[in-house]
């Protein structure tokens, strides 16, 4: 039997945690299928029939120790398995409003400025 740990993070601030232990040989998908604890409905998207869970809901991935990895990689003992939900808003974009609202004065490289010298400098 192989330990993996499957974490998500449903809101900000918040990472729910299961361990689970899966025969060798597992994917991703089996360690999905096999959470008990963890609301798998959250990120999974289910057939018509409920019988088997097929795909994650869109935006959402996985990935293994924060490196992307398809619902079919077989997992190896002590991995963690990320499922991350989608971003709303681009960084860069988030960066940019930040910026606008506080000004070129008081942010950036520079900031503080010796009295009378040229804008950076």
């Known amino acids: 039997m192989i330990k993996v740990l499957v974490c998500h993070s449903p809101s900000p601030r918040l990472v729910l945690e299961e ?11 089996d360690a999905l299928q096999a959470l008990t604890v963890l609301d798998a409905s959250l990120f999974l998207d289910s ?7 097929s795909t994650l809901k869109v935006g959402f ?4 120790w924060s490196k992307p ?3 079919n ?3 190896r003992d002590q991995d963690r398995i ?3 939900r989608p971003i ?3 960084p860069k974009v988030a960066r940019r409003e930040r910026f606008k609202k506080q000004g070129s004065k008081g942010a950036g490289l520079f900031a503080k400025q010796r009295p009378g ?3 950076g400098y």
């Open 19 to 29: 361990e689970l232990e899966l025969p060798p040989g597992s994917t991703i998908k």
């Open 47 to 53: 057939q018509a029939n409920h019988a088997e869970l």
């Open 61 to 64: 991935a996985s990935s293994i």
């Open 69 to 71: 990895a398809p619902l």
């Open 73 to 75: 990689h077989v997992l």
């Open 82 to 84: 990320e499922i991350v």
């Open 88 to 90: 709303k808003v681009d």
């Open 117 to 119: 010298a040229k804008a």
